[in-house]
């Protein structure tokens, strides 16, 4: 079993940003493909970043390239999300997704562990 835990969510104004973090249980945390997903009120849960096991291997949704930056720290068991420039349609509750086998996890049925959610709005 696998327990993660976010944390970094709030309020903040367009332009603003903000750092999500997502700190995992287990002791094999530094085996793990990590990945954060968003749902906005009414729709689905997307993809929004990945990161392999090392941290170098990273992928992001298309539409996030350049604003959004995903990074791991394995002596820490967690996984961060750097957020800028941010917009009112980043609005969405954040999750942070661990995939035990496989190299990253873009897609929902990848996913073996969900976190909690944390919510992010931003106000224009």
């Known amino acids: 079993q696998v327990q993660l835990v976010e944390s970094g969510g709030g309020l903040v104004q367009a332009g603003g940003s903000l750092r999500l973090s997502c700190t995992a249980s287990?002791?094999?945390?530094?085996?793990?493909?990590m990945g954060w997903f968003r749902q906005a009120p009414g729709k689905e849960r997307v993809f929004v970043a990945t990161t392999a096991w090392n941290g170098v291997n990273t992928y992001y949704a298309e539409s996030l390239k350049g604003r959004f930056t995903i990074s791991r720290d394995n002596a820490k068991n967690t996984v961060y999300l750097q957020m800028n420039s941010l917009k009112p349609e980043d609005t969405a509750v954040y999750y942070c997704?661990?995939?035990?086998?496989?190299?990253?996890?873009?897609?929902?049925?990848?996913?073996?562990?969900w976190g909690q959610g944390t919510q992010v709005t931003v106000s224009s």
């Open positions: 287990g002791r094999t945390f530094s085996t793990y493909a």
């Open positions: 997704a661990a995939r035990l086998l496989g190299g990253t996890v873009y897609a929902a049925h990848e996913v073996d562990y």
